[in-house]
């Protein structure tokens, strides 16, 4: 325990702190993604048992994404540090927001990466659909792109 953590158990009264005990760790992520971060975390502690990391560290999680940046790309690695960094200051008080060389190393591999553009259709394309388009077929989608 940090000491702030000490100072804070120190003037929590004893019923606050059990019930504070008692709320899960789950409860606090995301509801609606929390399976998303519940799995990165698995992955992560996987890896780690086959690497037979003990504890957390900077150097373990930079070697980590630098095997995810493998396979993944500079938005999906971002992603995962997110998404690590809740889950491993809430289930084992890890912050890893101030692991500067895994910051850097995503930063720099953000640097050559280009996001996709969505493709849009255009005005003249948009009319064109609604004025030549069968009715019988397209007249929901027709409705809807108005």
């Known amino acids: 325990m940090s000491t702030s953590d000490e100072d804070t158990s120190v003037c929590t009264p004893p019923e606050i702190r059990k019930e504070a005990s008692n709320v899960q760790c789950d409860q606090l992520l995301p509801q609606k993604s929390k399976e998303f971060y ?3 975390y698995a992955q992560f502690k996987d890896w780690c048992k086959i690497k037979k990391v003990a504890k957390v560290s900077e150097n373990v999680l930079l070697v980590y994404m630098e095997e995810k940046a493998k396979n993944k790309k500079a938005s999906s ?55 030549e388009a069968p009715d019988e077929i397209f007249l929901s989608s027709k409705l809807f792109s108005l």
């Open 38 to 40: 519940l799995k990165v």
């Open 77 to 131: 690695l971002w992603a995962t540090f997110s998404m690590l960094k809740q889950t491993l200051k809430l289930k084992e008080n890890v912050d890893i927001s101030k692991y500067y060389k895994v910051i850097a190393f995503l930063k720099r591999k953000n640097d050559s990466y280009t996001p996709k553009k969505a493709a849009v259709f255009e005005k003249h394309q948009i009319t064109k659909f609604i004025l």
